[in-house]
């Protein structure tokens, strides 16, 4: 197994704090919002042989395995990281596979550049997630029941949001959220700042389940996102509970640290919460007006005490293992690769002696032997 040494990206809205606690470090005073583990170009994983992307572009069958390159293609087809948030992230969508094929081949036919600032889709792949918290998580998930919503807006008792309240009465649910959301993002921009300033005011001022908006408007002052952020789920996970995101579902995630997989791609539709480009007319193409609670995911045990979050997505599959002082080894050798990462206590894997933070490459077919006592997450591929 090769050891990880891991990049740290410093976004805007990452907290200061979470990552290093996890770590044992001290803090920097500078965002530390996700610490990325794998192959993906813009910061792959370093290990004693070079960097993982390297590893594998030398030998994908060997690293990978043979069904998962026959799959897959030749390269690690997911992405771990540590999420931390201390601010809002933006409001946003990914694409499904089939429309990010289309979506990406539209825009290299008309030769946009792929680091463009309004190009939406920097490849071919869709970008299914699941978050995974550490400790207790909000985020904004899929939109609520359209009455549930225009309930939220009039409670707040600002002139300017009773015509999206009205609209929401409307039925069937999906064309109301549709014709909701682009009144919202394609309204004047001066007026819609009046009205998220007024909005927050109210949040402020009522508190309760209001304050999250209060927050959001805090940090993006005058964006339509605000009020598009209103017609969403508000989701809070306690440790070890999840969240599946799925193609054109909206999300945001709020606060909180916790464990990220994906599908290695970087195609992302903003609705707001960004000073980034918004693609209204796309993101509307993209979008699933579908209304309902939120689905809260809990691992499932197996009889060998892993704990797997089951998802519809072949890319990858995310399980833990809370090991008990004197317990037995587990074998998790399987051939397809791994990242395995603690999170809590001190766990061996191989040769390898893991602690919170730490992680490890598994090649396809390679011994892969764990004990310890602690808390470790396997992140690999369906099988």
Not at 44 to 64: M, Q
Not at 83 to 108: M, N, T
Not at 186 to 204: F, G, I
Request: proline letters at 9%.
């Amino acid at each position: 197994m090769d050891r990880l040494e891991n990049t740290i990206r410093p976004y805007a809205w990452g907290s200061t704090t979470a990552i290093p606690r996890l770590l044992g470090t001290e803090p920097t005073g500078e965002p530390q919002a996700e610490m990325w583990m794998g192959a993906h170009p813009g910061a792959p994983s370093r290990t004693a042989r070079g960097t993982l992307a390297e590893v594998i572009d030398a030998a994908p069958e060997k690293e990978l395995g043979t069904a998962c390159v026959a799959r897959f293609g030749p390269r690690l087809p997911f992405l771990l990281k540590l999420l931390a948030a201390g601010a809002p992230l933006s409001l946003q969508v990914h694409p499904g596979l089939e429309q990010a094929r289309k979506g990406f081949e539209d825009e290299e036919r008309r030769g946009i550049p792929v680091d463009a600032p309004h190009r939406n889709y920097k490849d071919a792949n869709h970008k299914p997630e699941l978050i995974c918290a550490l400790t207790e998580f909000d985020g904004l998930c899929g939109f609520r029941d359209p009455l549930r919503a225009a309930a939220l807006l009039d409670s707040l008792g600002v002139d300017s949001l009773k015509p999206y309240a009205d609209l929401l009465h409307a039925r069937p649910a999906d064309a109301a959220l549709r014709e909701v959301l682009t009144a919202i993002l394609t309204a004047d921009p001066e007026e819609m700042a009046r009205t998220v300033a007024d909005a927050a005011a109210a949040c402020d001022r009522l508190g309760g389940d209001l304050a999250p908006y209060a927050v959001i408007a805090h940090h993006y002052p005058g964006d339509p996102g605000v009020i598009a952020a209103m017609l969403l789920n508000h989701v809070r996970l306690q440790p070890g509970e999840a969240l599946y995101l799925g193609a054109g579902v909206p999300h945001a995630y709020l606060s909180g640290l916790g464990v990220e997989i994906m599908a290695n791609s970087d195609n992302v539709l903003r609705c707001g919460l960004t000073p980034k480009h918004v693609d209204v007319p796309e993101l509307l193409r993209i979008v699933r007006f579908e209304a309902g609670d939120p689905s809260v995911l809990r691992p499932e045990a197996t009889p060998d005490g892993e704990e797997v979050y089951d998802t519809p997505t072949d890319e990858f599959r995310l399980s833990r293992y809370v090991l008990p002082a004197g317990g037995a080894v587990h074998d998790l050798t399987r051939p397809a690769p791994q990242i395995l990462l603690c999170t809590a206590g001190t766990v061996r894997a191989g040769e390898h002696e893991l602690t919170p933070g730490q992680s490890v490459f598994a090649a396809a077919g390679e011994k892969t032997e764990v004990t310890g006592t602690g808390t470790l997450f396997r992140a690999t591929v369906v099988p």
